[in-house]
């Protein structure tokens, strides 16, 4: 049985950071293209970054590139986005997501594992 877990979200100033963690479990992390998404209130879940199981390359949505940092560790089956930098508007529900594909990594379609999600809130 696949599980995703993610933590380390919270309530963070302005300006400020927070690391999220995503603990994989049930598949062979390594061979997975994993990716963070988000969801805001009344909004659509949005791809925030993802990293290529194969070449390890990574993606960003525009409105966070240069400020979160993907990364994943496969011997700890674990994913990572360091957010610096926060603003108001990265005020979310986080998810990640684990996809056997490694193309369109930006899509949500292409993601065949979810986690529950945890909520970042920046306040201004």
């Known amino acids: 049985q696949v599980e995703l877990v993610e933590s380390g979200g919270g309530l963070v100033q302005a300006g400020g950071s927070l690391r999220l963690s995503c603990a994989a479990s049930?598949?062979?992390?390594?061979?997975?293209?994993m990716g963070w998404f988000r969801q805001a209130p009344g909004k659509e879940r949005e791809f925030v970054a993802g990293?290529?199981?194969?070449?390890?390359?990574?993606y960003y949505a525009d409105s966070v590139k240069g400020r979160f940092t993907i990364s994943r560790d496969n011997a700890r089956n674990t994913l990572y986005l360091q957010m610096n930098s926060l603003k108001p508007a990265d005020t979310a529900v986080y998810y990640c997501?684990?996809?056997?594909?490694?193309?369109?990594?930006?899509?949500?379609?292409?993601?065949?594992?979810w986690g529950q999600g945890t909520q970042v809130t920046v306040s201004s």
């Open positions: 049930g598949l062979t992390f390594s061979r997975y293209t």
């Open positions: 990293i290529s199981w194969s070449t390890g390359r990574t």
């Open positions: 997501a684990a996809s056997t594909g490694d193309t369109d990594i930006w899509v949500e379609r292409r993601y065949n594992y």
